[in-house]
Structures are given as C-alpha cells and as structure tokens.
C-alpha cells in the first residue's frame, strides 16, 4: 500500500498517480509536493485538487481523489460490480466487464465506446464523468487519478496569457415520450427531470430557492430561448453554471448552497473579466453589462 498523501489529512509519505487515459502511467508524488495542490472542488463521490506549481508535467492537471461514506467502514466507497445487465452489454468490449471497479470501467468506457463513436478529436479521455457525493477523503486508497484541468488551457498559463473559460452542466434537454411510461408517471412526459429534482431539493433544504432554468430552453436552436436559458443560469447558477479565470473561479460556486446572483455578484463579476479584457472596447466605454456578455456566449 501507498502512504497516504499529506493533501489528503494523513501521514507524509508518498502516492501514486493514475493518468486517466486507456493505459496508465505510474507517477509517484512525496510529501514536500503537497504546497503545490490546492482544493477545487468537491461532490459525493470524489474530491478535486488543481495544480498550482509551474512543473510542465503538471500545469493543466488536477487530481481526483475518492471519497468514502461518513458512516462506512475504511476502504469503503462506490460499488464495484457491474450489473448482470451492464456486463451483457459490455461484454465485448476490452477490458470493461473484468475491470476492478466502477471507476476504471468509466475511464475505459470513454476511449473504446465514446472515442470510435464521436472520434478522438471530440473526447478528452481524462474528463470526469459523473458528479460526485457527500463522504470523507478515502485515504486507504493507494492511488488517484490525474485528469485535464479544463478550466485552463496549460500552453497559455505558462506563457502568462489569461484564460476565460465556463463550465455548463445542460442536463437533459428533451422530454421523453417512450411507450414504457406508465400513466403513473405520466408527469415524465411534460415536466423535465431538471425540474422535478428541483423540487425534490428545494423539499430536502439541498438549495434555497427553485432555479427557473430549463434544459430544453438551450437545445432549442431559438436565440430567444437560448438567451433565457443562459439568464436563467445566470440568475440562479447553483451547481450548474461557473465561470473560471486563469483555473480560479470568478462565478458560481464550488460547493454547498448557492444563492441567486445579486448585484454585488454581478459587479464583481463584470470587474474579473475586465481585468483580463481590454479596457477601451466599444463595449467597455458603453458599460458592459453581465447580460451582454450571456448574449455574446449565445451568439
């Protein structure tokens, strides 16, 4: 077993890092690289540290890192096995059914299902793909993941160019109408997913108020719609619309409630981007307003 690594609360020592991509590359950090890793993020299930040193090797790279249940036994974490299911599906391909746990069998569903799919040039092997849960820092795991940071391009962070970028998670964007809807759930057909789980964690204290987001609104191929669905994160981001500058966030949150942007939000807002923009746009002498900028991203 690795030491555990001192980010994670533990004793000094060494860890070993996985590189998310179809084949793995043993990397071992110590304890003295612990300044250089500092929190991101985190959800249920895994635990995000970014880069912040100036090794080529790393800048760009985050960590993600397993979380155990509070109440679970040390180890503990996700299922392991696939469902019966799962495994006749996969059956055929490489290395999915046999892998170890859930998480290997996710990273080597990107690169042989996903990849061959879309093409190499759309998929990012490294990319996370699932939200994360509530839980403690597993440190009895002797390895982690080191992803793509896609908050930054790490080619411009070191040359010292600002980097804007902004993080959307969609959700489902379409009703379903299948057959197999039994008329007790009939609602399905005309309420979004989106919206009934809004419900459900305005109900269990998850979030203070309901978002007026509609996932649907951004697939429509309507400016107008579009437009409003990009106020409408705007207006009550939660988890699902952050803004980061040069990998740190301006907007949005990280974690826990997230309250609707108000004024000062706003404004502090607006002042990040114009720190890295130029100052003398024809945009800028008119006061550019955050809602203009939401306009630009729809255009």
């Known amino acids: 077993m690795c030491p555990r690594f001192d ?4 004793s000094s020592g060494q860890c070993l890092l996985l ?7 043993e990397v071992v950090l110590a304890q003295k690289d612990s300044a250089d890793w500092a929190y991101r993020g985190e959800g249920a299930v895994n635990l995000v540290l970014a880069y912040t040193g100036s090794s080529p090797s790393f800048v760009g790279k985050v960590l993600r890192i397993h979380k155990a249940p509070r109440n679970g036994s040390p180890g503990a974490s996700i299922p392991t096995l696939l469902s019966t299911h799962e495994q006749l599906l996969w059956r055929d391909i490489d290395g999915i ?14 690169p042989h299902v996903m990849s061959p799919l879309l093409g190499p040039k759309y998929v990012d092997p490294g990319r996370p793909t699932w939200r994360a849960d509530a839980g403690k ?29 902004v993080e959307i998670k969609p959700k489902c964007g379409f009703l379903p109408v299948s057959r197999f809807i039994s008329e007790r759930n009939a609602t399905k057909r005309s309420i979004t997913r989106f919206r009934m789980h809004q419900f459900l964690k305005l109900h269990q204290g998850q979030i203070p108020e309901l978002s007026e987001y509609n996932p649907p609104d951004l697939f429509s191929k309507s400016k107008d719609r579009i437009y409003k669905a990009m106020n409408d994160l705007f207006t009550t981001p939660q988890n699902n619309f ?13 974690g826990g409630i997230a309250h609707a942007t ?15 923009c130029l100052i003398n ?8 307003q955050t809602r203009l900028n939401l306009k630009l991203l729809v255009l």
């Not at 980010?7 to 533990?10: D, F, I, Q």
């Not at 952050?242 to 990280?254: A, K």
């Open 97 to 110: 059914v046999s892998s170890p746990n859930k998480e290997i069998a996710a990273q080597l569903y990107v």
């Open 19 to 25: 590189f998310g991509k179809s084949f793995r590359i």
């Open 262 to 276: 108000n004024l000062v939000i706003s404004e502090a807002f607006e002042d990040a981007l114009k720190s890295v």
């Open 7 to 10: 980010l994670l609360g533990a």
């Open 137 to 165: 820092v597993d440190t009895h795991q002797d390895s982690v993941l080191l992803l793509t940071d896609h908050s930054l391009f790490p080619h411009g962070t070191l040359k010292g160019q600002p980097c804007i970028s």
């Open 281 to 288: 746009s024809d945009l800028f002498r008119r006061g550019l």
């Open 242 to 254: 952050r803004v980061f500058l040069n990998g740190s966030l301006v907007f949005g949150q990280l």
